[in-house]
Nanobody, 115 residues
Framework: QVQLVESGGGLVQPGGSLRLSCAASGRIFSASAMGWYRQAPGKQRTLVARIISGVSTNYGDSVKGRFTISTDNTKNTVYLQMNSLKPEDTAVYYC?????????WGQGTQVTVSS
């Protein structure tokens, strides 16, 4: 079993910053990918950022240069630092781990960017 618990969402003004955290427990040592996705109302869930095999990173085009994904393997935690936030970044953000061909999701954390 793998459990993912996200935290760090909230309300922030445009131009502000937030850091999301995703703490993983269970059999996560063989995770081939860890990342963040987001889903705005009425839209599909899309990739925000991910780390593959602990080495390479991918970012969605709309967040490149503003968001940074990182991990702390000692804490089994993946982070998403979000800077220069825009209203269009408003969404529910989901943590995702891919382990042994299976995909695990957190419960989601709301990020709202508004003045």
């Amino acid at each position: 079993q793998v459990q993912l618990v996200e935290s760090g969402g909230g309300l922030v003004q445009p131009g502000g910053s937030l850091r999301l955290s995703c703490a993983a427990s269970g059999r996560i040592f063989s995770a081939s990918a860890m990342g963040w996705y987001r889903q705005a109302p009425g839209k599909q869930r899309t990739l925000v950022a991910r780390i593959i095999s602990g080495v390479s990173t991918n970012y969605g085009d709309s967040v490149k240069g503003r968001f940074t994904i990182s991990t702390d393997n000692t804490k089994n935690t993946v982070y998403l630092q979000m800077n220069s936030l825009k209203p269009e970044d408003t969404a529910v953000y989901y943590c995702n781990f891919r382990i042994d061909g299976l995909s695990y999701w957190g419960q989601g954390t709301q990020v709202t960017v508004s003045s």
